[in-house]
Each structure stands twice: as structure tokens, then as C-alpha cells.
């Protein structure tokens, strides 16, 4: 072999030993030249300690850091002096709210009359006491009950006001209407008007009854009874008993407040206020504005009841004992017309037993009860007079669920807008609550309002309305030329305008 074939094979082995895998070992277990065995730890996280107390306090005493940290305080003092001098004057600018006048339980809502308790239900008393539950529904604040006492007409000597008649109930019964419909947040008033069933109801000499009234009034209000109602209490008014008598309903024990209430029929508004002024009644049921009467007129009587006295004594109603059922009113409108002025006027509506449905004279109460059960297809006239009555009250809920929650219509200002011989509009508004517009048509043809006031938006929507077709609920309707058709009525409400 020669020198070249050495150096050959020299170079051969040294290749074979480079492609060794290098496992620190060779085939017999020795290491071999080149080859190293390394360990790598699992763990290679590093740990930081953070600076030491002593190196902290030596940072942060250092002059950078004594100015960051009094540049970040005098920040935040001033951030938050100037929020509470931003808060300061918002408060300052803003509106003041108007400070919600004094209220009794009879401004709260609807006062409901049942003048025959008979005649509204089957069982008298005990009947009014079930038929509570339909009073809430349709947002009855207080009733108005009987006359219920024992009297024959014209014989002053038979009158026993403390004594309930027979034909209607017993006491028991009435404290345990009484019992009931303070639960549900009704109050009672009983009606004491001494000859309900003669031709004079005083017995053309109110004074020679005035102390039997007394002793009623003071009977029946410790019996839980909320208030007393009075018809032509210009009668008794007059009389030198009438200081003590309203002097009973004074209470300032913090108990709920008793009423003292009545009602005139035929009188003027100039009349009625002397009245209203020398009674000191709580409310009193004008049987103003007639609706015979020109819009103009109707106009004037409002405006000269309101500004005259607290709206929390005027009572509006058109129906009842002595005047008839609401929907036997002239003209001979729609009732929906009725229901839509009282309600809206500023005082507390009254309404008759059979308002809500627009029962007519003849008609029978027990026909709001037949509506419970749907009408025999067959019988189309019964069945159209149902969804007639039943759109009615619809209608009378939805006006009387607006009245109880509504600060302007509850105790808002009344603004007249407009009247004219056959129609009527006016304004109901309260500090920033909603604001509402009430416009009526009594008459046969249609009419345009040319409505004008600086609280007036451009439009405003329909809350309720007699004429559906043209104005439907929710809609937009301007508010600068309002058109109503013959008979109609509509209430619009828009936002305070800010």
C-alpha cells in the first residue's frame, strides 16, 4: 500500500466519526474525542425581586418625583372643584319645578254616583259591594250612594237619616261595603238629602231639619263614611245652622280628610260662586257649562269658575237624580262628547251610574251587565247595541285612566284658545308635565280651528278621539288649523317644549 492509499483511508475515518451521532458514549461505552454531554435545566424563569423599602424611599424622594407626584394631587382637586361648580350651576339654572298643590282623595279622579242602589244591582247594597272590583277598573276615586235613608216623601216627620231603608240593606252591609272599597281604594260618600223622593227636597223649610243633619253627619262619619253629599244645597246653605255643620268636617287629627259636598241646578255662574264663596264646600257639582249653550258662553262660564275659585271645588257634571242620564242631554250629541269635556276640565269629574256606557232615559242598568255575556248573533239589533256600549266605555276608560295619572289634566292650568258658536277649545298644562288640547264640535258642520299660542308646537298626537277615521290615535295631526267634523271631539297631548 502506498502513501496515497494511507491518506485515504485516514480521511475516511475521520468522516465516519464526524456522522457519529454525538451521544457522549461509543459503541463500548467510552467518550470519545469532541463530544460533550450537556444538561439544560427545566426551569429557565427569571425572578424579579422588585426594588428593596430602601431603594423605594431613595426613587421616591427623588426631585422628579416630589413634582409628579404634587402636579397629579393639584389635578384632581381642581378636576373635582370644577365638577361641583358645574353641578352648582345646573342646579342653578335649571327650572324650578312647580310645587304640586294641595289635593284630597275627590281630586284624584272620578267621583261615580249610584243614585238607585236597586236599580244598579239586584241586591242593593250587597250588589254595589260586588260590582266594586268593575268601579276599579274604570278608575272610580269615590262613590256617591243613595239617598238610602228612611223617609216618606213630603212627611218631614217619617225622616231618620241614621236609619237605612230595608228595601236597599242594613248597616251591616253598608260598613261592609264601606270595609271593601277601602281596600281597593274607593271612598264612600252617602247622600243625605233629606226628601229625595218628594218635590221639594228640603221639605220647603230646610232649617226645620238642620239638626237631624247634624246628628246624621256626625253618625255616619264615625261609621267610616268619607263624606256627605247634599243636592239644592243652596237651601240649607242659607240656613244658621250651616257653620256648625260644615264645622263637623273639619278634621285636622292627620286622618284622611272628610268631605263635605253638594249640588245646584239652574243657578248663573254668578250665583254659584257667591255660593261656592259663602258655603266653603269641598266640591260642588255646578251643572255648568250646558252644552245648549253657545261655545262662546260655555267659553266664559269656565274661564269665569276658574279664575274665580281653587279648581279642587269645582265638580262637573251633567247627568244625575235631578238632571237625567248623559246621553238624553241636548244637544243630541255623541256621549263621547260629554265624557271628553268633563273629564278634561279643571276640577273633578262626576259621572251617573250608566254614563260610561251611554245608556239612554228608558234604558236599563242591568244592560251594562249584559254586556258581560256576548250578544246571540241571531239578535243583530242587540248585538250592534253591545259593541255600541262597549266602544263607549272603552272610550270612558281611556279618558279616565288619562285623568287619574296626568298632572295636567289632574290639576293642571286651563288656557282657553278658542270658541265659537258651535264649538269649544282649550289648553290643559302643568310646569314641564305633557300637555294636552281639547277641542269639541257640537255642532252639525265641520269646523276649523285657528289655534294660536306660544306653547303650541307645530303638531301634536291624538290620545283620544270621537272620529277614528280621520283621527286616529298615536297619529300627527297639525295643530295650527285643527278641522273637526260635525259632532266630534279629540284630545291631543305634546311634550313640554322645553
Not at 100 to 118: A, C, F
Not at 131 to 159: C, E, R
Not at 240 to 264: C, H, Y
Request: proline fraction near 4%.
Amino acid at each position: 500500500m502506498n502513501k496515497e492509499d494511507d491518506m485515504k483511508d485516514v480521511e475516511l475515518n475521520e468522516m465516519d466519526q464526524e456522522k457519529q451521532p454525538m451521544t457522549g458514549e461509543t459503541p463500548t461505552g467510552t467518550e470519545k474525542n469532541g463530544c460533550v454531554k450537556v444538561k439544560v435545566p427545566e426551569d429557565t424563569e427569571v425572578k424579579f425581586t422588585g426594588l428593596s423599602k430602601e431603594e423605594l424611599m431613595k426613587v421616591a424622594g427623588t426631585t422628579g418625583w416630589v413634582r409628579t407626584r404634587w402636579a397629579l394631587l393639584v389635578l384632581f382637586w381642581l378636576g373635582w372643584v370644577g365638577m361641583l361648580a358645574g353641578a352648582i350651576v345646573i342646579i342653578v339654572q335649571a327650572p324650578r319645578c312647580k310645587p304640586i298643590p294641595e289635593m284630597n282623595w275627590w281630586n284624584e279622579g272620578l267621583l261615580y254616583q249610584i243614585s238607585d242602589v236597586n236599580a244598579f244591582s239586584d241586591n242593593g247594597l250587597k250588589g254595589v259591594e260586588e260590582k266594586l272590583d268593575y268601579l276599579s277598573q274604570i278608575k272610580v276615586k269615590g262613590l256617591v250612594l243613595g239617598p238610602i235613608h228612611t223617609v216618606q216623601a213630603g212627611q218631614s216627620s217619617t225622616l231618620e237619616l241614621t236609619s237605612i231603608n230595608p228595601e236597599f240593606g242594613s248597616e251591616s252591609q253598608l260598613i261592609s261595603l264601606l270595609d271593601r272599597a277601602h281596600r281597593k281604594g274607593i271612598s264612600i260618600v252617602l247622600d243625605l238629602t233629606p226628601d229625595y223622593e218628594g218635590v221639594s227636597a228640603w221639605f220647603n223649610n230646610a232649617a226645620t231639619v238642620a239638626e237631624r243633619l247634624k246628628e246624621a253627619c256626625v253618625y255616619w262619619l264615625s261609621k267610616g263614611v268619607d263624606g256627605i253629599f247634599l243636592s239644592h244645597l243652596n237651601d240649607i246653605a242659607n240656613t244658621e245652622a250651616w257653620p256648625s255643620i260644615q264645622g263637623i268636617f273639619n278634621r285636622t287629627d292627620g286622618t284622611q280628610k272628610t268631605a263635605l259636598m253638594g249640588s245646584v241646578t239652574g243657578l248663573s255662574v254668578d250665583d254659584i260662586s257667591v255660593l261656592l264663596n259663602r258655603s266653603g264646600v269641598d266640591l260642588l257639582l255646578t251643572g255648568q257649562p250646558d252644552p245648549a249653550e253657545p261655545g262662546v258662553k260655555q267659553a266664559e262660564v269656565i274661564q269665569k269658575l276658574y279664575s274665580g275659585h281653587l279648581q279642587t271645588s269645582l265638580g262637573w257634571s251633567l247627568s244625575g237624580r235631578t238632571l237625567g242620564s248623559l246621553a238624553s242631554r241636548t244637544p243630541a250629541v255623541p256621549v263621547k262628547l260629554f265624557h271628553t269635556l268633563l273629564f278634561t276640565l279643571p276640577g273633578t269629574p262626576v259621572l251617573n251610574a250608566g254614563d260610561e256606557v251611554g245608556l239612554k232615559a228608558g234604558e236599563k242598568l242591568e244592560a251594562m251587565w249584559d254586556m258581560e255575556s256576548k250578544a246571540e248573533d241571531a239578535n243583530a239589533t242587540a248585538k250592534t247595541v253591545q259593541e255600541e256600549h262597549t266602544a263607549v266605555r272603552d272610550f270612558f276608560k281611556a279618558l279616565s285612566d288619562l285623568k287619574g295619572k296626568e298632572r295636567s289634566l289632574l290639576h293642571g292650568e286651563y288656557v282657553s284658545l278658542y270658541s265659537s258658536p258651535s264649538s269649544l277649545a282649550f289648553l290643559r298644562l302643568w310646569d314641564q308635565s305633557e300637555r294636552f288640547l281639547v277641542a269639541l264640535n257640537w255642532g252639525n258642520d265641520s269646523v276649523t280651528m285657528m289655534l294660536t299660542n306660544s306653547d303650541l308646537p307645530a303638531e301634536a298626537r291624538v290620545r283620544a278621539t270621537t272620529d277614528a277615521k280621520n283621527l286616529a290615535v298615536d297619529s300627527k295631526v297639525s295643530v295650527e288649523k285643527l278641522e273637526l267634523g260635525p259632532t266630534q271631539a279629540v284630545l291631543l297631548s305634546y311634550p313640554f317644549p322645553g
